[in-house]
């Protein structure tokens, strides 16, 4: 299972872009990139996932480089709403539906 | 429409105790989870289950017994409750196979006395 490294935290302020990155050295070549949002007293929730190259939606996109190893979570023009722990998770392990999560990373979106 | 409940949402206890926690989802998922997260914010999962069938037990003392009576619902029941136990349990619900996201429940906060 690829071990996953993220930033502790970040602060940004709002109407900034924010990036966090996310390394997964050991990524296999079935796993997918998966990124989890939590706001305090609220489980985790999807944002977006993804394979190779960009994939965007209506929250965020996700930047994946040729090689997999990394990828970045693109939020643009943060609010204070924005302020969340993100989790970016890789695969599972096979057939075990065993979805580990990493510390996260603490964004602190401010005025 | 809430798509994993979780029931309830704060529970107070005395140690020694034992209590359940229920977990229900309407999606039409084959696979639920127990994931513990303690005061440091660490994600831990405990259980999974695939259509009723025990996956997943993460080296969860055997005081925790999840209960899946169909595959829309999984229970955590809780017996002689320690201080240690206090904690937010968050159950959560895929569809079948690798990679697929995680739907979660707003968590049930757990605090033993």
């Known amino acids: 299972l690829a071990k996953t490294t993220q930033p502790i935290s970040m602060d940004s302020y709002e109407g900034q872009e924010v990036n966090i990155t996310c390394s997964h050295n050991?990524?296999?070549?079935?796993?997918?990139i998966t990124w989890y949002q939590q706001f305090p007293s609220q489980g985790p929730r999807f944002i977006i996932q993804g394979y190779k190259t960009k994939v965007t939606n209506e929250v965020a996109s996700l930047f994946i480089p040729a090689d997999r190893k990394s990828s970045t979570l693109s939020l643009p023009r943060v609010s204070l709403s924005d302020t969340a722990v993100y989790y970016c998770?890789?695969?599972?392990?096979?057939?075990?539906?065993?979805?580990?999560f990493g510390t996260g990373t603490r964004l602190k979106v401010l005025a | 429409d809430t798509a994993v409940s979780q029931t309830p949402k704060y529970l107070v206890t005395q140690m020694g105790n034992d209590k359940s926690i229920k977990c229900e989802q309407n999606?039409?998922?084959?696979?639920m989870y127990w994931y513990k997260q303690d005061s440091k914010k660490f994600l831990k999962i405990m259980f999974s289950y695939n259509n009723k069938e025990l996956i997943i037990n993460e080296t969860v003392p055997n005081r925790f017994s999840p209960k899946s009576p169909d595959k829309a619902h999984l229970n955590l029941h809780i017996n002689s409750l320690e201080l240690g136990d206090s904690a937010v349990y968050f159950c959560?619900?895929?569809?079948?196979?690798?990679?697929?996201?995680?739907?979660f429940g707003n968590g049930t906060r757990l605090t033993v006395t």
């Open positions: 999606l039409g998922h084959d696979t």
């Open positions: 959560a619900s895929s569809p079948l196979g690798s990679n697929s996201p995680l739907h």
């Open positions: 998770l890789v695969g599972d392990i096979p057939g075990t539906y065993k979805y580990i």
């Open positions: 050991n990524i296999a070549t079935n796993d997918y």
